[in-house]
């Protein structure tokens, strides 16, 4: 299949596009490279600088005829999506919708979209199924279930067929090594424990010791980047042939501790990693653990690589790669 991959540079995007290439698929990256890297594009794709905010760059994009489109460009800081609603508004949502409008002005409708676990807030059972209650508790969880909601419109109305894949906990790298762009400015937990244990940053802190855990430390499902990819095609693959849209939780249905995580990272890159408990931090739930079942029944998807030693392992040496060059 023809596939354009907006946001194709970035961190995930980048991982989808060599598991859509492995695939057989013919992929054009569109990416404004405001967070995504020039060091992620193969030299064996087209690739277009393009911004969603520019209606005329989609258009533009989207004349050269796709079968299909994956759409990952997005902010995704929850925190900042808080403090900084407008900015998840503009990029988030009317970015969205020019894409939507121009997918369907040119035909091309079938879409797979990077939603989130955070569409769901505080959760009421665990592990979350597709069925848990939706009230997001940030702006940014709160942008992504209203672009899923765009998409059910869009399919009744305009016959677009969507996946939308709500990712827990992304986190490690490209197991093979090809892949190691670093995120600029990372708040997520894996990229902080690499930061120490790489030099560059003296310690960090974890956020919160006094939740109703194991260990008191917040547990989440991490799930590796390069299971998340092939999701991204089989749900490609799933749409594309059935002509129906499908909602999915991708998650590792494994619950890990922040002490847990700091622990094994240790471990392995023999970094003795400081690390100072602190206040908790705003919004964050105890416990987030996907249940993956439907995407196992839907897509005959499992996690293979989102086991704790791998997603270190695999982000320690990115790490160490990037920052030997
Ligand atoms: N944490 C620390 N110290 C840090 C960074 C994080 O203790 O320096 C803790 C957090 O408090 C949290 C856990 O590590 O308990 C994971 O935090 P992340 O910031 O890595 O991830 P979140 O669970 O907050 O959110 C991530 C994505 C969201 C997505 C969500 C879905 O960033 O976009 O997973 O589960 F919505």
């Given at each position: 299949m023809k596939v354009l991959v907006i946001g194709g540079a970035g961190y995930i995007g980048s991982h989808v596009v060599k598991e859509l290439m492995a695939k057989g698929h013919s992929v054009t990256v569109f990416d404004n490279?405001?967070?995504?890297?020039?060091?992620?594009?193969?030299?064996?794709n087209g690739s277009i600088k393009g911004d969603i905010l520019n209606k005329k760059d989609l258009d533009k994009a989207f004349s050269k005829k796709f079968d299909a489109f994956v759409h990952l460009a997005a902010f995704k800081a929850a925190g900042e999506s808080m403090i900084k609603p407008e900015k998840y508004s503009v990029n988030n949502i009317t970015g969205t919708l020019n894409i939507l409008n121009s997918a369907v002005e040119h035909d091309c409708k079938y879409m797979v979209f990077s939603s989130s676990?955070?569409?769901?807030?505080?959760?009421?059972?665990?592990?979350?199924?597709?069925?848990h209650p939706k009230k997001p508790e940030n702006y940014y969880g709160f942008t992504k279930l209203k672009i899923e909601e765009f998409m059910a419109w869009y399919d009744k109305l305009k016959g677009l067929k969507f996946a939308a894949l709500r990712y827990f906990n992304a986190a490690g790298y490209d197991p093979e090594g090809v892949l190691y762009g670093l995120e600029q400015n990372p708040a997520n937990l894996l990229p902080i424990i690499m930061e120490v244990a790489c030099g560059m940053r003296e310690k960090m802190k974890i956020?919160?010791?006094?939740?109703?855990?194991r260990d008191g430390t917040c547990i989440r499902d991490y799930v590796h980047v390069t299971d998340l990819a092939s999701a991204h095609v089989k749900a490609l693959e799933y749409i594309t042939s059935k002509n129906e849209s499908l909602t999915v939780n991708l998650g590792s249905e494994t619950g890990t501790s922040v002490t847990e995580m700091v622990d094994a990272a240790r471990k392995i890159t023999g970094h003795a990693i400081p690390a100072d408990y602190v206040e908790r931090r705003p919004g964050d739930p105890a416990t987030l653990v996907a249940s993956a079942k439907l995407a196992e029944e839907k897509l005959n998807w499992k996690a293979q690589y989102s086991d704790i030693n791998t997603l270190i392992d695999s982000t320690y040496k990115a790490y160490k790669k990037f920052l030997k060059k």
């Open positions: 490279l405001s967070s995504g890297l020039k060091q992620n594009l193969f030299k064996e676990a955070a569409v769901f807030g505080e959760p009421e059972y665990l592990p979350i199924d597709e069925n956020f919160g010791n006094d939740y109703d855990t």
